[in-house]
């Protein structure tokens, strides 16, 4: 899936305040890349993967995902892009406390109406590679920081996404947690073509990128693109 930016803003409103999170960023990421979007805390880094993932309607310009202009679309369409196409590494989880571990990971497949037994066979697989085997039945108040991002990894990766959109990944990760997931985001790039968009200040993941998008104060500053990854 191709994904299109045209001159996108982002205002929110605070009180009397307005807050200019986006000003005009054109982006287009095309199927397979992996870009990192860098910058400091309130640069606009969350908002802007928040529009590319049809999370968010733009105040102003177009998004466009395999040329379909998304601002158009009605609240169900954006749904099944998110559910069939997107998946999200939120930095805070969003897990379902009421839920287990398994749960968690089965839940979007139970959205997509996928059968009992792959079901099964696809979260116990996706919980093995991020090493969270042992882990199916526990409660996700029962883990740890860096288990929960685990999780919330697994949920992400168990539908095959042709996009995998994320906030801080590897943040609440120990170094050589971090890298495993990130072996194996790289080899769902690699393998499958998977597009990664990551916002980060995680430099070795900016290492394995080659493209970097820098922003600052809602405007796109740098699109690097590198020769091969450092």
Known sequence: MNIQLKSVSKEYQLGQTTVHALRGASLEVAQGEFVTLTGPSGSGKSTLLHLLGALDQPTAGEILMDGTRVNELDDRHLAQIRRDHIGFIFQS???????SVYGNVEFPLLLQKVGKEERQERVHAMLGRVGLGDRANHKTEELSGGQRQRVAIARALVTNPSIILSDEPTANLDSRTGREIIELMLRLNAERKVTLVFATHD???????????????????????KTSAS
Request: hydrophobic share 45%; aromatic share 4%.
């Open 93 to 99: 989880f969003n897990l379902i406390p009421v839920l």
């Open 203 to 225: 430099h070795s993941i900016v290492a394995e990128t080659r493209r970097v998008v820098s922003i600052l104060d809602g405007k796109i500053q740098d699109d690097v693109r």
